[in-house]
């Protein structure tokens, strides 16, 4: 089996010229939390993912400590919104690089690359390049899964 085979087709993605603040609405509109970046030829060039938004927002110390448990309430700090100006940046300020993998790709070195880069979504392209879909860990393992002999073949 293919990845092509278990992939989600319709994707959700954004343009390299959208903002930051556009990126946000789609992820709250289209509730997905990664977002591949598109170049004008429909070429995935990097991804923004939820995480990537929510760090906009988070308090600076939360990078230099290393537990958070004591932590019970961020106070004032719940209530700021990261700048007008900073929302209105381009999305590729704050996209990071992206893995792809291609159509044709089996299902064992897709979960594999998943694994070694810690990822829950692969984007999928074309022989082209093009984004042709999405896959995530739960569409993968469930694939592999699903070839395996079931209760009833191993009774009969």
Request: hydrophobic share 45%; net charge negative; with cysteine.
């Amino acid at each position: 089996m293919q990845i092509k085979d278990c992939m989600k087709h319709n994707v959700v993605s954004i343009s390299a010229t959208a903002t930051i603040c556009d990126a946000a609405a789609i992820v709250v509109k289209r509730h997905v939390g990664l977002l591949p970046v598109l170049d004008e030829q429909g070429k995935p060039i990097g991804v923004v993912s939820l995480r990537d938004l929510l760090e906009l927002e988070l308090p600076d110390f939360v990078n230099f400590i290393a537990d958070v448990d004591f932590v019970h309430d961020f106070g004032a700090v719940e209530t700021t919104r990261p700048a007008p100006e900073e929302l209105a940046q381009p999305v590729t300020t704050i996209m990071q690089p992206i893995t792809t993998i291609p159509e044709d790709c089996g299902l064992l070195r897709a979960y594999s690359l998943m694994l070694q880069h810690n990822l829950l979504d692969l984007p999928v392209v074309s022989k082209t390049g093009k984004l042709v879909g999405i896959a995530s860990r739960v569409d993968v393992g469930t694939a592999i899964l699903s070839n395996w002999p079931s209760q009833e073949a191993k009774e009969q």
